[in-house]
């Protein structure tokens, strides 16, 4: 580890660099470059190889090759479009040169008998092999240019930087770390010795300029030691960054919170079942938390039905005991008076007092609901992104509960953390959505993580069916024996277009042909262009049974309980993602009766369609189902945008990296143990201007 930190690049500016003035060194802070240290960590998106001269004749489409030759002619030619071809030999075949921009100066000085030397792609065009707008170099009176020593890097760039001018850059920083400058290698020898990799200033160097030979497929693959050396670096700062969020929460007070005893027998003697074991577990996890002096930041992760709520309401009553208000919020109302309903059948009988509320909530009853906050004569609160409203004032507020996390925004978070009146509330968040463990061990290392891997007795696992649209009528028919026998069944529209106008349109049209086709059954619609009191008033009647179909569009996703609907059509599923329709699978099955999802798709499906509707035929396991998620649209889209540093990873993916985060996550903790005087260093080397990504 080098100790001549006043030698280091990490320190000096751009400006440094021949021919870098204020008007260049601009251009680079947009790319998050500030010093010469920046400049050696940008880098290259992928190669060109560019050291050896390929014969025309051995030429094949959809390489990138040198090629060098004599001009045969040069002419203009027009058709649809006008372009210079220019042909070109070498004695063992001919290329056509095209240019479709082009200057007369340009024109005359490809003339018959120079000799030039080109790179480009080659590509099938109207005269057989030819290479488009390739660049090209004179080679005066028949001496040979030198190729390449080493493969050209292509950077990622800006306006007004062209790839000639990085390579001039990064030629000059590399000339500094030849001289003996100094590049800070962070990571202790014992970490990186058992991987035999090879030491940072080598690494840099090998990947800007990779010698002749390099081994160009494994570099493109990031599988290079080179390569290897720095994704590990990346991975660990990222991890840091979180770890060090983290622990600058864990210096919040918080309030010590013991388990229930007034509260918890008659709560649990009050429930037609028992806890099952995973519920059980889970619940001990967070009481630990709840029972030291710092926020609890506990991530609950269970499959669609696996009983989160219960877990929810047993860490609420913990808090509720020791005199401290409760929040819990959902993303949407729906979920919100879902929740409302079973938290006040478990404790109003305990004498506790909840409180609801959401944007419908107006007037008078809305004023009375935040005084009751304000006062803490509401003992839960209960509602959706109107908790996190700055005239919304708790009295004591000890926990947060927040359902399917994902759907709200990291501001909305911390506006929720600041209402603890002196103290930071605990914090519990709960998804049906799994993460895959990779994405969980990098993108939440700042949560612990509980997982409620057991479905209650008496569920049965979904039947899942394809079928092709051409089959409609025996879906249909399907519906009306499957009603008529008791059971109930919803519909869900999708629509390529994002647009709540054009999906309610679409589900009434399909809930009045469906109306037309079974006269006899009672046809309900839910979608997001309703009013809240619409769309809550027809919930509440297909929950009691009133409606036989329900018709909806994607709003039901989540937390509908209708424990008597048994089967579930989604229409066009190749739309959806993987995610959605594994929860969305989740409204059926909630029951004892056998119930089933089909996936009526359109032909013909992507690649990717495919791919989706056979995980959904192959497991109900959500776990598996989100990897398999991350496999066809990786973190970026499996995340969402909770965090936006991690798509602005340079080097590491998460999804081809996973396997090596066990070692990081030991490494991060070794750094905290031995090595402390790194972590910031590695973390604004790496995450530079996005550290505040993870702030939660």
Not at 532 to 551: R, S, T, Y
Request: charged share 20%; proline share 5%.
């Amino acid at each position: 580890m080098s100790t001549v930190l006043e030698q280091s690049l990490a320190h000096a500016p751009v400006t440094e660099l021949k021919n870098v003035g204020d008007k260049l060194a601009d251009k680079l802070a947009k790319l998050g470059i500030h010093c010469v240290q920046d400049l050696l960590f940008h880098l290259p998106l992928r190669y060109q190889d560019r050291t050896r001269i390929t014969p025309i004749g051995s030429l094949s489409p959809n390489l990138d090759v040198v090629i060098e030759g004599e001009i045969m002619l040069a002419d203009v030619v027009f058709g649809k479009r006008r372009s210079l071809a220019v042909r070109l030999q070498d004695g063992t075949g001919t290329i056509t040169l095209r240019f479709y921009h082009f200057s007369g100066a340009q024109k005359n000085n490809l003339k018959k008998g120079a000799r030039i030397r080109c790179y480009g792609e080659v590509r099938r065009g109207r005269a057989g092999l030819e290479l488009y707008h390739p660049e090209y170099q004179f080679v005066e009176d028949l001496q040979a240019l030198p190729t390449e020593e080493t493969l050209t890097p292509i950077y990622p760039s800006t306006e007004g930087l062209t790839q000639a001018r990085w390579r001039q850059l990064m030629s000059q920083v590399m000339s500094l770390l030849k001289k003996g400058r100094a590049i800070d290698d962070l990571i202790p020898d014992a970490m990186l010795n058992p991987y035999q990799l090879p030491d940072l200033r080598s690494a840099l160097m090998y990947l800007h300029q990779p010698p002749k030979g390099a081994n160009l497929q494994e570099l493109e693959n990031n599988q290079h030691p080179a390569q290897k050396r720095l994704i590990m670096e990346e991975l660990l700062a990222h991890n840091l960054s979180l770890l060090k969020m983290r622990a600058t929460i864990q210096f919040d007070h918080a309030p010590i919170l013991p388990e229930s005893t007034r509260f918890k027998l008659p709560f649990l003697s009050s429930l037609p079942f028992k806890p099952t074991n995973a519920q059980q577990r889970v619940v001990q996890e967070i009481q630990q938390d709840l029972s030291k002096g710092f926020p609890m930041l506990r991530l609950v992760q269970g499959d669609v039905g696996s009983g989160k709520t219960l877990v929810a309401a047993m860490a609420a009553l913990s808090a509720l005991e020791q005199g401290y208000q409760v929040a819990l919020m959902a993303p949407t109302e729906i979920l919100a008076e879902q929740h409302l309903k079973n938290f006040q059948s478990w404790f109003e009988p305990l004498g506790i007092s909840l409180a609801w509320l959401a944007g419908k909530v107006k007037g008078k009853a809305r004023e009375a609901t935040m005084a009751a906050i304000k006062s803490g004569d509401a003992q839960l609160v209960i509602g959706t992104h109107a908790l996190f409203q700055d005239e919304v004032v708790f009295s004591k507020l000890g926990l947060a509960i927040i359902d399917e996390q994902h759907r709200f925004g990291v501001h909305q978070r911390l506006a929720l953390k600041q209402k603890g009146n002196g103290f930071s509330p605990h914090q519990l968040i709960m998804t049906a959505t799994p993460i895959p463990r990779t994405l969980a061990m990098t993108a939440y290392a700042d949560l612990d993580t509980s997982i409620i891997d057991e479905l209650p007795p008496g569920r049965t696992p979904v039947n899942t069916v394809a079928i092709d649209q051409h089959r409609r009528e025996q879906v249909v028919e399907r519906i009306r024996g499957a009603c008529l026998s008791g059971r109930q069944a919803y519909w869900v529209c999708t629509l390529i277009e994002e647009s709540e106008a054009l999906e309610a349109q679409a589900a009434q049209v399909t809930a009045q042909a469906l109306q037309e086709a079974l006269p006899e059954l009672k046809i309900g619609l839910v979608h997001g262009r309703l009013k809240p009191k619409e769309k809550a008033d027809i919930m509440a009647e297909f929950k009691q049974g009133g409606i036989h179909l329900l018709v909806a569009t994607t709003v039901i996703e989540v937390g509908v309980d209708v424990p008597n609907a048994s089967l579930m059509i989604i229409e066009n599923p190749e739309r959806l993602g993987l995610a959605q329709l594994h929860q969305l699978r989740g409204r059926v099955g909630r029951g004892t009766a056998e119930s089933h999802c089909v996936l009526m798709y359109n032909m013909p499906l992507s690649q990717a369609g495919k791919q989706r509707i056979q995980a959904m035929r192959d497991t109900t396991d959500g776990f598996k189902i989100a990897e398999i998620d991350l496999q066809i649209r990786g973190p970026g889209e499996v995340l969402g945008t909770r965090q936006t540093g991690l798509m602005q990873m340079r080097i590491a993916d998460l999804q081809r990296d996973g396997y090596l985060l066990e070692d990081i996550k030991q490494w991060a903790q070794l750094c905290q143990q031995h090595a402390p005087q790194i972590i910031e260093l590695l973390i604004s080397r790496w995450l530079g201007e996005n550290i505040q990504y993870g702030q939660v």
